[in-house]
């Protein structure tokens, strides 16, 4: 299973599930290097950070946000 961190705070990460449930998760059980944004994956119980899913994941947001934000698109004035 995948979970993408929405939110970190002191004892929990709250992640959402690749079926996009929100779920706490112990810190406890999760790696010490972990930031919001983070993909990780759950293995036999185990906590696992996905480095590779997270810069896909970074890359593609960041590629719609450059699509939404686009400076080259015309501006359409309001009247």
Sequence with gaps: MEY?????DADAA???????EI??????KLPDD??????LREEN??????LARTEA???????????LFDEEAPVEESQ
């Design 45 to 50: 119980g185990a906590y696992l950070l996905d």
């Design 57 to 67: 994941r970074k890359s593609a947001l960041l590629a719609l946000q450059d699509s």
């Design 23 to 28: 779920c706490r998760i112990s810190r406890e």
């Design 34 to 39: 972990l930031v919001e944004g983070c993909v």
């Design 4 to 8: 993408y961190v929405e939110k970190l």
């Design 14 to 20: 709250v992640c959402m599930s690749e079926s996009g």
